[in-house]
């Protein structure tokens, strides 16, 4: 479970909810018409924006913003070490029987032990790299869709619910609640844009990217290896996809 988005999302909510209570009575910021012209209004909008298989994996992909596990690219770093190493002191063709647990990188140690020239390899891994990276970007478009719908939905709420009140104003006591109940509507587009929709587009992207980043090193892993480079100066370039404080030291020890 990522952490930072369930406080954040605790946070957010917790401050909106304090304010309320601090302020007034939870129950007249419920109103069920807002609630159904918001919520369904935005998932009527998505609908028609998207087709129906992208909807139907909405919460699949909502939920990668609470659930993932985010690459590591030291550990990355070090298993391609490893494996380098490995086709120093054997061959790269040993590469094939090794033991990689991620999909991409056994793809790539694949190609190479294949004696697939660098080109080729780099070619097919940078392909799976644009179509995740284009998986990805949908999943944070619909969410960033979504962010614009709900305020706009909002609006029109407000607006129904003003049309109701100015029909109906020689009822002067009932102007003030039902003005009230129409800003219900904006209220809750807002929080659903600006707790949710938009928070999650963005982690979303964060992730996408740290993901073509472990990629990336991969690839230039992978070549370094079936360029025959000694393994010290492969994980040496790597590094430089890190940031210089997770950086190893060289102490100049190694095999040349």
């Not at 957010?12 to 209570?21: H, K, P, Q, R, V």
């Not at 793809?107 to 995740?132: C, G, H």
């Not at 709900?150 to 109701?164: E, K, N, R, W």
Request: glycine share 10%.
């Amino acid at each position: 479970m990522d952490i930072a988005t369930v406080i954040g999302l605790v946070l957010a909510f917790g401050a909106i909810i304090g304010s309320i209570l601090v302020g007034g009575d939870i129950t007249a910021f419920i109103d069920i018409p807002s609630v159904i012209v918001v919520i369904f209004g935005m998932i009527g909008a998505t609908f028609v924006k998207w087709p129906l298989e992208v909807v139907k994996g909405l919460v699949g992909i909502g939920m990668k913003a609470l659930f993932f596990t985010p690459a590591d690219p030291k550990e990355t770093i070090d298993e391609i070490g490893n494996l380098a190493e490995t086709a120093r002191r054997e061959s790269v063709f040993a590469l094939e029987k090794q033991p990689i647990d991620d999909p991409f990188m056994k793809k790539a140690m694949t190609l190479a032990a294949d004696n697939r020239p660098p080109e080729v390899i780099s070619s097919i891994l940078q392909l799976e790299i644009d179509a995740m990276e284009e998986r990805h970007r949908v999943g944070a478009d619909v969410f960033s869709g979504m962010a614009e719908d709900g305020p706009a939905f909002g609006m029109i709420g407000t607006l129904i619910g003003l049309v109701i009140m100015l029909g109906n104003l020689s009822d002067q006591a009932a102007i003030g609640p039902a003005m009230a109940v129409a800003l219900l509507t904006t209220f809750y587009g807002a929080v659903i844009a600006n707790a949710i929709c938009n928070p999650f587009k963005n982690k979303l992207q964060y992730r996408s990217k740290a993901e073509i980043t472990k990629m990336s090193i991969v690839i230039a892993g992978t070549l370094g290896i079936v360029a025959g480079e000694n393994p010290r100066l492969i994980k040496e370039k790597l590094n430089s996809f890190l940031p210089p404080a997770q950086r190893e030291v060289d102490d100049g020890g190694g095999e040349e």
